[in-house]
């Protein structure tokens, strides 16, 4: 057994429905340069598994010798998925699905590879990033879209990409709108390794030539939704968002200047109305997390401390923890997706540097339509990566 032989056969079952080892729920796989790409049949929303998690699950397997999700609980949130590839290819390649099948699978990887592996063109940049930004405005406008006939509809177009390099270049493009300070389509994880070369310059030309989303942008970085309603808010929290990046402080190269006088991100971030109801929203998270614990008795005693001596104290919520102890929440809240950057003033990271055990980051996210929020506890610079946006200059 070989890395590169495994992956030679996951490429063979591209476009067959193979089932996960214990939830046999169904799904499909895909391969391009950056790794795997598995689409669920129930939800449609790609995950990617990166080449270098690959090789380390792949050299786990082959130590362990185990398919049971169980033992890599702590190394991946995929591993359903690539055991139970793992498991056809250390049989063989035979699952239930005809041996014909297969051989059509590996005749069709073998037609499209070469192009496959090929980086895009400019003519298909421009296409993708087209078909991301028709996606995205309905998004904004609250209208629905359906991720898989785009896809169809502009495949034709394309040098024979697979969906899976299709929806790995959408993420591209969510990955390189963040940086830009643009919200991103959140059915698309971004991806960072993209094409530096022709990706931000199709991007910046696309919105420099169509001022009319630039206008939609600023509205919907300005607008404020109505407090969606939330039959159960303890069932809100999830887990927070995969880090693979260098933690703490650091200086990053620009993707290119965009023309706009500062970044739709920090517009609604800087919008206090929604940053209140995005507090009020902990607060009664809050509230309920400490009254289902059976300690009423605290939930009555949670302090608004911005509302009640303001935004000075370096943290927005005077919360406790079932044993009494102070909870000091800050609350960052955005209408996008749970990778959507924040922004965090110098007082707030050095409140969280002293008081780390008992400081709070809840990061609320998708207000628009279902807030949902995580939590990191501890000093904030031991979960995120910091980016200086401004300076202060002397003479």
Known sequence: MNLREFKQHVASMEGIAIKTIGRRSQFYVSVDENGFTYTPATTGKPRVQLNKDIARLFDLFIKRGS???????????????????????????????????????????????????????????????????????????????????????????????????????????????????????????????????????????????????????????????????????????????????????????????FPTKRSFLEIEATNRKLGQLGEEFVLNFERARLIYKGKENLSDQIEHTSLARGDGAGYDIRSYNVDGSDRFIEAKTTKHGIETPFFISKNEVSFSQRHESSYFLYRVFDFRKAPRLYLRQGNVFDHFSLRPESYSARP
């Not at 309905?138 to 006939?149: I, R």
């Not at 299709?166 to 389509?185: Q, T, V």
């Open 67 to 257: 398919l049971k999700s169980k033992d890599y609980t702590d190394d991946t949130r995929n591993s359903s998925y690539i055991l139970a590839l793992l498991e056809s290819y250390s049989e063989g390649g035979r699952l239930k699905e005809r041996s014909r099948n297969i051989e059509l699978a590996s005749e069709r990887k073998r037609r499209s590879q070469d192009t496959r592996l090929k980086p895009w063109n400019g003519k298909e940049v421009e296409i993708i990033v087209a078909d991301y930004f028709d996606m995205l405005q309905l998004e904004l406008q609250g209208k629905k879209y359906n991720k898989t006939e785009h896809r169809r509809l502009i495949m034709s177009s394309l040098d024979a990409r697979s969906h899976g390099s299709i929806d790995s270049k959408h993420m591209n493009i969510s990955a390189l709108m963040i940086e830009l300070g643009l919200p991103y389509i959140s059915g698309y994880k971004p991806l960072k390794n993209y094409q530096r070369q022709l990706l931000p310059d199709a991007v910046l030309d696309y919105l420099v030539a169509n001022p009319k989303l630039q206008a939609l942008l600023e509205r919907d970085a300005e607008k404020v939704p109505d407090p969606p309603s939330v039959e159960n808010i303890l069932e809100s929290v999830v887990a927070p968002p995969e880090t693979f990046v260098q933690k703490g402080v650091r200086e990053e190269s620009s993707p290119g200047y």
